[in-house]
């Protein structure tokens, strides 16, 4: 069994910064890339950051700077840093943490997804 949980959202004005954190934890050979997804309403999921095991960053359409992503391979988190943010960062956020896991059949890898944390951008 895997658990992924994320803390740390809430409402912010624009122009202000957030840090999401997501812990991983689990019956679990290796958790390989950990990051975060968004979905904002009427919007399809789209990835925001992702690390890999080497703590490789992707950070997709973001533009640079305004996100950092902070994975620690000792504690199984994942930060995201979230500065200057305008109203169209507003979305739920979801901490995906795919992972090499025990199975019947031997092991195998599966993606594992927290319940989300919002976050609302507004005046």
């Known amino acids: 069994q895997v658990q992924v949980v994320e803390s740390g959202g809430g409402s912010v004005q624009p122009g202000g910064s957030l840090t999401l954190t997501c812990q991983a934890s689990?019956?679990?050979?290796?958790?390989?890339?950990m990051g975060w997804f968004r979905q904002a309403p009427g919007k399809e999921r789209e990835m925001v950051a992702m690390s890999d095991i080497t703590n490789a960053k992707n950070y997709g359409n973001i533009p640079k700077g305004r996100f950092v992503l902070s994975r620690d391979n000792a504690k199984n988190t994942v930060d995201l840093e979230m500065r200057s943010l305008p109203p169209e960062h507003t979305a739920f956020y979801y901490c995906?943490?795919?992972?090499?896991?025990?199975?019947?059949?031997?092991?195998?890898?599966?993606?594992?997804w927290g319940r989300g944390t919002p976050v609302t951008v507004s005046p």
């Open positions: 689990g019956n679990v050979f290796a958790f390989y890339d």
């Open positions: 995906s943490v795919p992972a090499r896991v025990p199975s019947p059949s031997g092991p195998t890898t599966r993606d594992f």
